[in-house]
């Protein structure tokens, strides 16, 4: 999986565009094979809207997948003993961190960084 996302792969498709005539796949050549490559790019591609979470959640996100459940870790934000800022902005923005825990994938807050889970092998 690459950085890429929908919008890149969408402004790549705009660049290829012929400008000042009428576009015919049917008769251009290379436009089956352009379009092949775009639409295998598109579906590739990650969501242009990725959660955008702080690091330090982004920490806790990555220790706690594979080691306990998205129920687990919002228990523990919720309940824990100890109420910290990173666990207080997992239970104020619940939505955002269930986002980024199921599609394993965020923007960093601070950087603008795209972090990725690793595949599971």
């Known amino acids: ?9 969408f402004d790549d498709a705009l660049a290829y565009a012929p400008v000042g005539r009428e576009y015919d796949p049917v008769n251009d050549d290379g ?3 352009l ?5 295998a790019r ?5 969501p242009d ?13 990555r220790s706690a997948h594979g080691q306990t459940n998205l129920l687990g870790v919002l228990d523990t934000a ?11 902005w997992i239970i104020a ?4 961190f269930a986002r980024a825990w199921l599609l394993g994938v965020w923007r960093v807050e601070e950087t603008g960084e795209i972090v990725k889970l690793e595949e599971e092998k």
């Open 49 to 61: 809207d990725l959660p955008v979470i702080p690091e330090e959640v982004g920490e806790i996100l």
């Open 31 to 33: 436009a089956g094979d």
């Open 78 to 88: 919720k309940n824990g003993h100890k109420v910290s800022e990173t666990l207080a």
């Open 42 to 46: 598109y579906a590739a591609a990650l």
């Open 35 to 39: 379009c092949s490559c775009l639409s």
């Open 1 to 9: 999986m690459s950085n890429e996302t929908k919008r890149n792969v």
């Open 93 to 96: 923005n619940q939505n955002t």
